[in-house]
């Protein structure tokens, strides 16, 4: 079975300054993980994902996240927070469960604000 | 490049009221999916169907149903509305049941049941 914590419900960084979204995961094997953001009134928009290749990930507009299997973590950042950034960012974990198609499980999300 | 497109945006539904929601996406993607999004719940699992003619249930299913005719469209079918049921519902569609295959998602349909 698989979960997905995000660890902050709600995060405020000033404009300029690093971002971190934290996510830890459970998997039984080995995953796919994903980050979405999700502006307000829109749809889930893909910013980047992780497919046992590299382990640090670059995304749109200057996100990346690293994979860190020790730790089970997926935690998603951006070196200098930019106003349009504040939206809804999920989580996403993707594993195929023995004799079924494939399994998603969305963490509960981490809203970010962005102070100018 | 229309991607998903989901009708209607907004939706008052009085209990006990039928309606569907349409959703139609034009990637020609196999795999397409329903999710409702509740505050604090993420995103949960409505329906979701890997090839026409083939659907499946989710993690929360009653009261929905759902039918997949063509590839292109996916409706979504409350039999008789609850207030319950308000919340913001999701269409979403990926190439394949991949584990790397990426979800596209409409832009959601606003539902309020009283």
């Known amino acids: 079975a698989q979960s997905v914590t995000q660890l902050d419900s709600h995060v405020s960084v000033s404009e300029g300054t690093p971002v971190l979204l934290r996510c830890n995961y459970s998997?039984?094997?080995?995953?796919?993980l994903f980050w979405y953001v999700q502006h307000p009134n829109k749809g889930l928009q893909l910013l980047l994902k992780?497919?046992?290749?590299?382990?640090l990930v670059k995304g749109i507009n200057g996100f990346e996240a690293e994979f860190k299997k020790s730790e089970t973590s997926f935690h998603l950042t951006k070196p200098s927070a930019h106003m349009s950034d504040a939206a809804e960012y999920f989580c996403?974990?993707?594993?195929?469960?023995?004799?079924?198609?494939?399994?998603?499980?969305f963490g509960s999300g981490t809203q970010l604000t962005v102070l100018p | 490049n229309a991607g998903v497109t989901q009708t209607p945006k907004f939706q008052v539904l009085k209990t006990g009221q039928s309606m569907t929601l349409q959703c139609a996406q034009d990637m020609n993607h196999e795999y397409m999916s329903w999710y409702r999004q509740d505050p604090g719940m993420g995103l949960r699992l409505i329906h979701y169907?890997?090839?026409?003619?083939?659907?499946d249930q989710g993690e929360v299913p009653n009261g929905y149903n759902v039918s997949r005719s063509t590839t292109e469209d996916f409706p979504l079918r409350l039999l008789s509305a609850a207030p319950s049921q308000t919340s913001v519902y999701f269409c979403a569609s990926s190439l394949d049941r991949g584990l790397n295959s990426p979800l596209h998602f409409g832009n959601g349909t606003r539902l309020t049941v009283t």
């Open positions: 996403v974990v993707s594993e195929r469960e023995a004799g079924s198609a494939r399994q998603l499980t």
């Open positions: 169907s890997v090839g026409a003619g083939i659907t």
């Open positions: 992780y497919t046992s290749a590299a382990t």
């Open positions: 998997s039984s094997y080995s995953p796919s």
